[in-house]
């Protein structure tokens, strides 16, 4: 097929370009290299299919985007394009969040909505569930977020919907629970915490670390967005892990792996949900979801290619 990520050069969006190549498709992706984090690090993102036969890099934003002709021909569209992190999108960035979630997801739909795709695929959040009234929490459980960033992820679900049910776009919003694998965007924690146990430096932990998350590891979360737009599903899906542990257990096991980390104790911040979890039931049925990369295993897989970056940069000096 030939398809279309937007967000390509992300953590998530690099892994679903190798899977696409791997498998045989065309695939354009689609990146505008935000500085939220170094943009050097999306460039090694890419380095596994730049220069790839069947892949195309476009440096462009959404917004001002030539997207009719960038969709022409297209199969599908895997729109992972956004603004992340909880913590920032308070106060004075809440317009970047409404710019790069709301209004980038709405000129893609309008482009989308007559160029004849088989499925738009968006990445949702967990964090539209805020703290769920129960768990494992099901897609049916009114959504409530506690954070601006949860916020604009399910305005852009409710987008998708509507130009689903009003122009029969065939469009699918998977929420993702707490993805984490290599190449992890470095502000997120795992990735911080693998970084401090190799080094034996310091990891900063929001919170008692008693909260829980539904961890769940990129590979299985590509292969779900994959699977979601080969299959007739349409609507709305949790992809989980279904690895439900606290922070504290993890800082163990990553101590295991990598060495011990020295923990740092903060306060719970503004928009940080206390747990997760969840039910899978939807993505199972609708397009055979089903997690295979246990936490230590993806971890292990963490630590691997941590390591391997380190001794990189070593040679490199």
Known sequence: MRCVVTGA????????????LARGDDVVGIDCFTDYYDPRCKETNLAQVLGHERFDLVRADLLNAPLAGLLDGADVVYHLAGQPGVRPSWGSEFGTYVSHNILATQVLLEAARTSGLRKLVYASSSSVYGDAECYPTAETLRPRP??????????????????????????????????????????????????????GSVFQLYGDGLQTRDFTY??????????????????????????RISMNDVIEIVSELAGQPVIRRLPVQDGDVRDTAADITTAAEGFGYAPRVGLREGLAEMVAAERLAGQAVRLSA
């Not at 050069?9 to 696409?20: D, I, Q, Y």
């Not at 987008?159 to 502000?187: H, I, M, N």
């Open 218 to 243: 990129v590979g299985d979360v590509v292969q779900a967005m994959s699977s979601a737009a080969r299959s007739e599903f349409t609507g709305v899906a949790n992809i989980g892990g279904g690895s």
């Open 146 to 199: 506690i954070s601006p960033y949860g916020v604009t992820k399910l305005a852009g679900e409710h987008l998708c919907e509507l130009y689903r049910k009003a122009f029969g776009l065939p469009t699918v919003s998977l929420r993702l629970f707490t993805v984490y694998g290599p190449r992890q965007r470095p502000d997120m924690a795992f990735s911080r915490l693998v970084a401090a146990g190799l080094r």
């Open 9 to 20: 050069a992300g953590f998530v969006g690099s892994h679903l370009c190798e899977l696409l």
